[in-house]
């Protein structure tokens, strides 16, 4: 049996979860979300925690089955905590700002990038538009966002410049100058 999906998901104090067949609807201090599972997995709520269960060893009911609790577990951590992404801006010229809600990034590029905030997602620019912080309560929106944003100049290896995740370490190249015979 999956490891993960054995394991019941407690639900603290503050979020109520709702489920209706296949559907399980879940309301916190952060804010709603609610998401369709396949219909072979059973979900029920005992007790102040949500129990998964698959009716076969299928391959696919035991894919399904760790899924279908891992996204449970996040949907409950994301109205009662949140989820964070931080990026770190590296390069002369390079940083972020804040127009009201919307993001502008200036990457190097002859214009500014402006990006508009989906549902339920916040940013925070701090030191000096160097970090920008991605916050909100569906880690799959969260981390595509954060992914979407780090595309738009990844961090090249000679010189370190770019948008990364924090803690992210980039390999260094040597170059030209570097080549000495």
């Known amino acids: 049996m999956s490891r993960i999906g054995k394991k019941p998901v407690p639900i603290p104090d503050k979020v109520q979860v709702h489920i209706d ?3 399980v609807t879940v309301k916190g201090p952060k804010g709603e979300l609610s998401h369709r599972f396949p219909p ?13 269960t698959r009716p076969t060893d299928e391959r696919l009911h035991r894919a399904l089955h760790g899924m279908t609790r891992a996204l449970i577990a996040n949907m409950v951590t994301g109205v009662s905590q949140g989820f964070e992404r931080v990026l770190t801006i590296e390069g ?12 502008v990034m200036y990457l190097g590029y002859s214009h500014n990038i402006p990006i508009e905030p989906p549902k339920n997602v916040e940013f925070v620019v701090e030191e000096r538009g160097r970090i920008v912080r991605i916050r909100g309560i569906d880690k799959q ?39 000495a015979t």
């Open 40 to 52: 072979d997995i059973a979900i029920k709520q005992e007790d102040k925690q949500v129990i998964v």
């Open 141 to 179: 929106v969260v981390g595509e966002l954060a992914a979407e944003i780090r595309k738009l100049r990844p961090p090249e290896p000679y010189k370190g410049k770019g948008v990364r995740y924090e803690g992210e370490f980039v390999r260094h190249k040597a170059g030209k100058a570097g080549k």
């Open 92 to 103: 002369v010229g390079y940083r972020a700002e804040m127009e009201g809600k919307k993001l």
């Open 21 to 23: 067949g296949s559907e």
